[in-house]
């Protein structure tokens, strides 16, 4: 064997320790000092590329000892410290600083401010140190950051603007009363201040970036949700807690694509998800439509804007298909073997949703002219839906036909989350059994609605959906050791992969189970090897490919967890319902009401709080929406009343 040591290889940076600011498609990681780079995450984005890598901060010869971190939203932190080398050698600390940073789309900015209790003046030299960076943000995610070239323009004097350009992108600096210098690759800012006793003295700088690029942007509409009353006596006080948290995240991760500034949507999640994600705006404009039916409306028109024209095998795009992912650029995912286009269409459920979504909000109160715009649009969806089978077999499948696009193409949607309970992967074509009930749905709310406008087309779609019911009875229920339950997809040669999942936990409230069947599915659901005390995991324990911290294999999803609590209030299953809420409560306590967009499996019983995957996102749309489906739930409102 050889001595030599093995070459490190790349990882994806692990992000739950890290402090996050921002204003979608702006975001700034740091650590708890404030200070960037660190960690490998760390870093200002503007879009999909990283302008700066690094920022320090030191007064003096020595940094700060920084005690405190104050979130205040989604894009405002002030992290508090102390000076004592500055001290009059007393035992209190004298001499603290704070330090605000503040996010707004396509803006950063920072400022100091110094407060002394000694008695006498001090003097301090106040340095900031910020290294440019340009790397791409998909770089950053696979470990391979490669920074690129940039050139500084020549500052004009004191505070006179600073900007920094590589190829299209670039920031402008500005910083009052600063030195600005460069130095062995880095801006350097520094100011002299003097504290007097018992007064303060402060510093500011600001960054605006610029990717001309970008293909989203902040949605013209800054408008706030009004807060929605609080608890009714006896209520979980933690159901308030979570909903604030979340309204702020939401609010912070809306877009809007540049032609149409006022129809806002949710970006998916950061750091790498700043953008239109057919399934995840989808989920999340749907979990939160209690609270906001407006957004729902301009979610429907964003995507029928994108919805397929032709048959692009590389792209995935089909006549009538919702899209899968938007971005500026192909988007090279470094040691994946993946490679999207810039417009992808790679989603099996998101055309569904679609419809869904549709229904619900016109139910909800979307005005009838904007949904008599979108029936074309409508139509195109069902046509594709009711021709979306791959291989003759009945049902809604995919299968990625060029070998470079994504291999699972449902929500889970890793390589290795359809597998059988040998643990061994299943093989595609794949048809999913969640599919199967989104489609179901889908076709009777787009009979409904072609309905209720006088169009037809209704008939066939009930014929369809009820062909659809009596197949999937037929083919997709298993029995094994945990019971019986619909199996999590149908491979290639058409046998039901036998793994209990979450997936069928989707099923609940679709229709396309009998009662009987959702209070199945229900129990199993809330039974020891899939309810963590934190949330319904993804995969049983008994499963052989069951681990805690995988991504799709044992972990919980926030989203997850309420849409199948979603599912059993609508089936009428409120105790299970409210077993699965009382876990996300519990989790969410744990995360300090900021959800992540998963966590491990852990269970409740063996640890008092939530065990973090480090590298999951945070904040993410559907997991902040969720917290309205968990108000609605506890509540015990009805599907689409308003909170």
């Not at 190829?167 to 350097?188: P, Q």
């Not at 649009?377 to 089978?389: G, N, Q, T, V």
Request: net charge negative; aromatic share 8%; with cysteine.
């Amino acid at each position: 064997m050889s001595d030599a040591p093995l070459a490190p290889r790349a990882l994806q940076p692990l992000l739950n320790d890290a402090i996050i600011a921002l204003r979608a498609p702006t975001q700034v990681w740091s650590g708890r000092s404030g200070d960037l780079g660190a960690e490998p995450i760390h870093g200002v984005y503007h879009g999909d590329v990283r302008h700066i890598r690094q920022i320090t901060l030191t007064v003096g010869d020595a940094a700060p000892e920084w005690i405190s971190v104050s979130p205040d939203g989604a894009s405002r932190v002030v992290f508090g410290g102390l000076l004592r080398a500055l001290d009059d050698g007393t035992p209190d600390p004298k001499v603290r600083v704070l330090r605000e940073r503040v996010v707004a789309a396509g803006e950063v900015g920072e400022t100091y401010t110094f407060h002394s209790k000694v008695e006498h003046e001090v003097d301090i030299t106040l340095r900031a140190r910020l290294v440019p960076d340009f790397a791409l943000l998909m770089d950053v995610k696979a470990g391979m950051p490669e920074a690129r070239d940039w050139s500084p323009s020549i500052p004009l004097g004191a505070g006179a603007p600073f900007t920094v350009s590589s190829g299209e992108r670039s920031f402008t600096l500005l910083a009052a009363d600063a030195d600005v210098s460069l130095d062995d690759g880095a801006i350097v800012l520094d100011w002299d201040l003097r504290i007097a006793p018992g007064e303060g003295a402060g510093a500011s700088w600001s960054l605006s970036l610029v990717d001309p690029t970008l293909v989203v942007q902040v949605a013209s509409d800054h408008s706030r949700w009004v807060v929605p009353a609080r608890p009714a006596p006896g209520e979980d006080p933690r159901i308030g807690r979570w909903l604030d948290a979340a309204l702020q995240d939401l609010d912070a991760l809306r877009l809007a694509l540049p032609e149409h500034p006022d129809d806002a949507f949710y970006a998916a999640g950061a750091p790498w998800f700043l953008t239109l994600f057919g399934r995840d705006s989808l989920w999340a404009a749907r979990l939160a439509l209690p609270l906001d039916r407006r957004i729902a409306a301009s979610t429907l028109r964003v995507l029928a804007r994108l919805q397929g024209d032709a048959t692009d095998a590389d792209s995935a795009e089909q006549p009538g298909k919702i899209l899968h992912e938007l971005r500026a650029a192909p988007l090279e995912m470094p040691g994946e073997g993946i490679t999207l286009p810039p417009v992808y269409y790679g989603t099996v459920d998101a055309t569904a949703l679609w419809v869904c979504l549709l229904f619900e909000a016109h139910a909800a109160g979307m005005p009838d002219d904007e949904v008599r715009e979108l029936l074309p649009a409508l139509r195109r969806a069902l046509d594709w839906l009711m021709s979306a089978d791959t291989d003759g077999d009945g049902f809604i499948d995919y299968i990625d036909e060029t070998g470079h696009g994504l291999t699972n193409q449902g929500w889970k949607d890793s390589g290795d989350s359809i597998q059988w309970r040998s643990g061994e992967l299943a093989q595609g074509p794949i048809a999913l059994c969640e599919v199967q009930g989104y489609a179901y749905e889908a076709a009777l709310a787009g009979a409904e609605l072609l309905d209720a406008f006088g169009e037809p087309g209704a008939t066939e779609l009930w014929d369809w959906a009820a062909g659809l019911k009596a197949r999937f009875a037929e083919a997709y229920w298993v029995e094994t050791p945990e019971g019986r339950y619909p199996a999590i997809a149908l491979d290639a040669q058409k046998r039901p992969v036998d793994t209990l999942t979450s997936n069928i936990g989707h099923l609940l409230g679709t229709g396309l189970l009998n009662p009987d069947e959702e209070r199945q599915v229900a129990a199993l659901l809330v039974g020891p090897t899939m309810l963590s005390g934190f949330g319904v995991r993804t995969m049983s324990t008994d499963a052989a490919g069951y681990w805690p911290l995988s991504y799709h294999g044992g972990s919980v999803w926030t989203h997850d967890s309420a849409i199948i609590a979603r599912g059993m209030a609508l089936a009428g299953l409120h105790e299970q319902a409210g077993a699965v809420i009382d876990g996300l409560l519990a989790a969410a306590e744990g995360f300090g009401f900021r959800m992540p967009e998963l966590h491990s499996g852990d269970p409740r019983s063996q640890t008092s709080l939530p065990t973090p995957y480090p590298a999951a996102c945070r904040p993410q749309a559907w997991s902040a929406a969720s917290a309205v489906a968990a108000a609605q739930i506890a509540r015990r409102l009805p599907p689409g009343a308003a909170l």
